[in-house]
Structures are given as C-alpha cells and as structure tokens.
Antibody, heavy 116, light 108 residues
Framework: QVQLRESGPGLVKPSETLSLTCIVS??????????WNWIRQPPGKRLEWIGY???????NYNPSLKSRATISPDMSKNQFSLRLTSVTAADTAVYYC????????WGQGTLVIVSS | EIVLTQSPGTLSLSPGERATLSCRAS???????LAWYQQKPGQAPRLVVY???SRATGIPDRFSGSGSGTDFTLTISRLEPEDFAVYYC?????????FGQGTKVEVK
C-alpha cells in the first residue's frame, strides 16, 4: 500500500523559503515511471498544481510560480522535497504531495501559514 | 494553459437523487486525460475517475464519467450520504496540469 506523508514547518515568515518533505512508503521514488507531485490549496480555493519530479529526476513546474519552486529527490530516504522561495501571504495553503498524473495517492496535507 | 470550468458551483440534492456534474475545458483534452476527485472537509482529495471514464479502485459503480474533447461529465446515479462533498476535475494532458474550481454537492 502506497502512503505519502508531508512534513515541515507550519509557519514561515514573508520573504523566506518554505521547505517541505514528502516521505514515501510502499513505492520507490526512483523507479516505476511515476510522477511525484506537489499540489496546494489556499483556504476555500481550488487545488493548484505546483510541479512534479519523475523517477528519472526530470522536473516540471507551474509557470505561475515564476521559478520560485524547486522539487528535488532524496533517493536514499525515498522522499522528495519542495522549496518555495520568497513566500508571501498568498502562499498560505494546505500543501499536498501526491503520486501520478491522475493522482492516485495523496498525503494527508499540511497547512503552511505565511505570516510574520 | 487549459482552463477547466465546472458547473454548477453548487448542486443541492437529496439522497437517492441523480447528480450530474459538468467540466468544460478551454481547449481539447487529448486522449481524455481528464480525472475527477472527491474532497470532503479536512481531507485530501480522493481519485474517483481517470481517463475520463475509468473508475478508480474501490469507487462504487454509481459513479460514472463520460465525455471527450472539451466537455466532460461526472454522474452519480443515486446519491448516498457519503457522496456529499466537493468534486474537482483535473486535466493532465498539457505540460501544465490544471484543476477546475469545484462543484459542491450538498444535501437539499
């Protein structure tokens, strides 16, 4: 059974960098032809795809984030991470990690608040 | 970017009734790379349909997806109490994946 779990700080100051990790069990981030995604949902708003890394380490990002997002793997720990630089209040959201292109497996989500 | 527009915004129905949710794309979604998700308050979304019409594992057969090109539909044939939730469509055709704004199915 594939399980994903997000971890990271729940509060980030404006202009700083948001860093989250997705811990994966039951599947390998370095094999299997899957996409490993970050998605977010601001309070009361629609889901927004941030980007993905695939099993080969190729990445693809939502251009609306203006190159602030970086997704990277940690094969030794079977996890992948998100860094989002220069955050503002608009980056306050529940952040999810998920597997696939149609997203079959999701983490439970973690709320990140951007505030001083 | 493919923009997905869902309608209606809210659907007020009673248990046992039929729900029909629409998702319209701003340009054609090739190979029917269109999925539907169910989200309940405080929970992560759950995959319901992928490939426009294939039910995900564990999804009851009262859920069905249809459509192609720019017009897609999710139908719930007879609403059960656990089906009241927000439903999102998502396209994974273009290099930039996008979601619709959601349809809330609420108890009338």
């Amino acid at each position: 059974q594939v399980q994903l779990r997000e971890s990271g700080p729940g509060l980030v100051k404006p202009s700083e960098t948001l860093s989250l990790t997705c811990i994966v069990s039951g599947a390998s981030v370095s094999s299997g032809s899957y996409y490993w995604n970050w998605i977010r949902q601001p309070p009361g708003k629609r889901l927004e795809w941030i980007g993905y890394i695939d099993y080969s380490g190729n990445t693809n990002y939502n251009p609306s984030l203006k190159s602030r997002a970086t997704i990277s793997p940690d094969m030794s720990k079977n996890q992948f991470s998100l860094r989002l630089t220069s955050v503002t209040a608009a980056d306050t959201a529940v952040y999810y990690c998920a597997r696939g292109d149609f997203l079959t497996n999701w983490g439970q989500g973690t709320l990140v608040i951007v505030s001083s | 970017e493919i923009v997905l527009t869902q309608s209606p915004g809210t659907l007020s129905l009673s248990p046992g009734e039929r729900a029909t949710l629409s998702c319209r794309a701003s340009q054609s979604v090739s190979s029917n790379f269109l999925a539907w998700y169910q989200q309940k308050p405080g929970q992560a979304p759950r995959l319901v349909v992928y490939g426009a019409s294939s039910r995900a594992t564990g999804i009851p057969d009262r859920f069905s997806g249809s459509g192609s090109g720019t017009d897609f539909t999710l139908t719930i044939s007879r609403l059960e109490p656990e089906d009241f939730a927000v439903y999102y469509c998502q396209q994974y055709d273009s290099s930039r994946w996008t979601f619709g704004q959601g349809t809330k199915v609420e108890v009338k």
